[in-house]
């Protein structure tokens, strides 16, 4: 490490380590701990690592007292789009990142579930997970106290896009009429967000949107097609390619309709004994009845994103098994 190269800060710089839980699971958990044991503060490359449509992306990594990095490489995120160091804009910035990719997160923990109970699916069928995330509060002797977002890095040259914000599938050629992958105007939702908590998606005036999103997710009340003995015995078949497009579809289902997940980007992890697509930066796009925008982010679309992905999405052989129930059925090994 060089000082002309890193932005370096000592353990007495590091206020806190904050993982965001949401409201329900009292906001940010905070922690002074590094995450290796032998850290004695972080670093941060001055140059830009990557960018995408809102963030911007540097290295990070812990350093031991000798100035040795310790720990896993990992990348800092900032959001491009905040020009000053307003405290309450970075904040929302990194409340609505965390809430956007642990939503996601959840719904692949019920996708993965499902998953399992199909027949013709074995512990070598990739799995979705979405990064964890964190954030340090940093002091920095110029700009103040500073809230840098840091997730694991990704093996660049294994990195891919599945799907993308305005329709975009891989292998898919000549998208027609998809919406260009610029936000809307942002429509500013006072109180809806006052931690930028899943649950309060729903404070509004419209019964439909009273449900939280963690409610949502906890119960799937819908009547799912019953299988019969001939389909387990004859099992579904599909391509590795067809689970990162049948998790967007499976994710509005799961839902109730009221939002997607896409925009899915990453790395296909096949070194684990389960393989796992290990994704970051979400998009959903949520569907408000109220005339919300940019309700997760600037990037949420609402009902246009919606559309542009089924305008092109085909449902595959997977996207309908996982709308059926399969009793007693287990993933092979």
Request: net charge negative.
């Amino acid at each position: 490490m060089t000082e002309q190269d890193w932005w370096s800060y000592s353990r007495e710089d590091i206020i806190v380590r904050q993982v965001w839980g949401g409201r329900r699971r009292r906001g940010w958990s905070t922690t002074k701990k590094p995450i290796h044991p032998d850290a004695n503060g972080v670093a941060m490359r001055n140059q830009i690592f990557g960018e995408g449509a809102e963030r911007i992306v540097s290295k990070f990594r812990e350093f031991d007292v000798t100035g040795k990095f310790v720990g896993p490489w990992m990348v800092a995120k900032q959001n491009r789009f905040i020009y000053d160091e307003n405290d309450e804009d970075h904040a929302q910035f990194h409340r609505s990142f965390c809430s956007t990719q642990q939503t996601a997160e959840r719904i692949a923990l019920k996708f993965n579930e499902r998953l399992a109970t199909i027949p013709g699916v074995t512990s070598s069928t990739p799995r979705i997970k979405f990064l964890d995330c964190q954030v340090y509060l940093i002091y920095d002797v110029n700009l103040g106290v500073m809230g840098v977002l840091v997730e694991k890095m990704l093996d660049v040259s294994k990195y891919k896009k599945w799907n993308s914000n305005n329709g975009y599938v891989d292998g898919l050629t000549g998208v027609p009429d998809a919406v260009p992958d610029v936000p809307d105007e942002e429509t500013p939702i006072e109180g809806v967000f006052a931690s930028l908590d899943l649950g309060a998606i729903a404070e509004g005036d419209e019964e439909e949107e009273s449900e939280s999103d963690e409610e949502l997710l906890e119960e799937d009340t819908r009547d799912l097609t019953r299988t019969t003995a001939s389909d387990r015995r004859v099992g579904v078949k599909f391509t590795v390619a067809d689970i990162p497009q049948a998790f967007s579809c499976f994710a509005y289902s799961q839902s109730g309709r009221r939002y997607l997940v896409c925009d899915l980007q990453g790395v296909l992890d096949e070194s684990s004994e389960t393989p796992c697509f290990e994704l970051t930066d979400p998009v959903i796009h949520y569907r408000s009845v109220s005339g919300w925008k940019n309700v997760f982010g600037r990037t949420d679309r609402g009902q246009k994103g919606i559309d542009s992905f089924y305008k092109t999405h085909e449902c595959s052989d997977l996207c309908e098994a996982l709308e059926k129930t399969w009793l007693e059925t287990k993933a092979e090994s």
